[in-house]
């Protein structure tokens, strides 16, 4: 049972334009929520989180949304670069107390220059 | 800079042969480590979760005897793969979190463990 999803396995966008990542999750109790960035053979590196009390979360060029009524949260990056190319996964935490992650399939985003 | 040092970045070796990979948490204290399972396109899998100076928790199907795992400081756990067979060749990751609240994970580099 997938509790986080990533619908899109894919994605390119054209360099300047904006990306939308997308997450599902079905655990209500998901209270944190992340998105990490990963390139081949490298661990993921943590760009920006959001809390269920918030509904939106901005960090420079990323900002992530959270509708907690479709659990689904987003992750916008605007203007996109080359660089921004790799696989975002999203993540969620908080059902149990222990800070474990569960993570979604992943999404591989390329910037087309 | 890197704040999770894992190592070796990639093990090369003979089926029945026990791998140790370890994790290092550089900038802060851990007093949680987590151990991560990565195979080709797909998620990563908690494996399990290191606890300094107690017994590691682990994830359903995670035989605790094959992963052995050990966080005897604050800035150190190793997971040792004992006996590994080929079906254990796979990306394993670590993280570390600071000891407050809703700090995100931090990720070593990940140890590409192929058994022949």
């Known amino acids: 049972d997938q509790q986080v999803k990533q619908n899109s396995p894919s994605l390119s966008v054209q360099e300047g334009r904006i990306s939308i990542l997308n997450c599902d999750y079905t655990?209500?109790?998901?209270?944190?929520f992340l998105w990490y960035k990963k390139y081949p053979a490298e661990g993921p590196t943590f760009l920006i989180s959001?809390?269920?009390?918030?509904d939106k979360n901005e960090d420079g060029r990323f900002t992530v949304f959270l509708n907690k009524s479709a659990k689904h949260l987003s992750l916008h990056i605007v203007p996109s670069q080359p660089g921004d190319s790799a696989v975002y996964f999203c993540?969620?935490?908080?059902?149990?107390?222990?800070?474990?992650?569960?993570f979604g399939t992943g999404t591989r985003l390329k910037v087309l220059a | 800079g890197a704040v999770v040092s894992q190592h070796p970045s990639r093990v090369i070796c003979k089926s029945g042969t026990s791998v140790k990979i370890e994790c290092r948490s550089l900038?802060?204290?851990?007093?949680?480590m987590f151990w991560y399972r990565q195979f080709p396109k797909q998620s990563l899998m908690l494996m399990a979760t290191?606890?300094?100076?107690?017994?590691?928790?682990?994830e359903q199907g995670v035989e605790k005897d094959k992963f052995l795992i050990n966080h005897a400081s604050l800035t150190l756990s190793t997971l040792t793969v004992t006996s590994a067979h080929p079906e254990d060749s796979s990306f394993y990751i670590c993280?570390?979190?600071?000891?407050?609240?809703?700090?995100?994970?931090?990720f070593g580099d990940g140890t590409r463990l192929s058994i022949l």
């Open positions: 900038d802060f204290q851990a007093t949680t």
């Open positions: 993540a969620a935490s908080g059902d149990s107390g222990t800070y474990k992650y569960i």
């Open positions: 959001i809390s269920s009390i918030k």
């Open positions: 290191s606890n300094e100076g107690s017994k590691a928790t682990y």
């Open positions: 655990n209500s109790m998901f209270d944190y």
């Open positions: 993280s570390a979190r600071a000891p407050t609240n809703n700090q995100p994970q931090h």
